[in-house]
């Protein structure tokens, strides 16, 4: 077995550092390939980022809340061996940056499609056109976080004024303080 460091990839768009915003996984857990590691958010958008190898968790980079700087150890994995020791994602494979949480587009990396949207159904006034997609579901939240969602540039806003941004009600997407 081999000890794998994924560290933290460089998101382009000159960021230098982000905020650990979620963990999708804990020490013990056994992930595969393209597996969501964890949730990321720079000034700009939420990042997931994926495992570039499988195996078992065996340490976490850091804490919720945490900034972390591009290349700083994200996670350690126990691996098979032959694979590299240090890897860290392309940043186009890490997730397309579409908005907090979200779920990456099909084409970002080579991971495979997500299943097809329902169809709706076509009323009988549509013609020869083809069915539309119905609208996916909002991505679920498997444990909802105490934590308020805010941009790292807010939060730091906040502090400098002294704004506790746990006794503010958010009137962004999924509640994010803007």
Known sequence: MTLHTIRMPDLGEGIAEVELVEWCVKPGDVV??????????????????PSSVAGTVVELGGEIGQMLAVGATLIRIEGEAGAATDAAPAP??????????????PDAGNKPAAPAAPLATPSPDAGNKPPVPAAPAAPARSAPSARTLAAPAVRARAQALGIDLARLQGSGP?????
Request: charge should be negative; aromatic fraction near 0%; hydrophobic fraction near 50%.
């Open 174 to 178: 999924q509640g994010r303080v803007v």
């Open 32 to 49: 595969a390939e393209d597996q969501i590691l964890c949730n990321v958010m720079t000034d700009k958008a939420a990042v997931e980022i």
């Open 92 to 105: 186009e494979a890490a997730a397309a940056p579409a908005g907090p949480l979200a779920a990456p587009s």
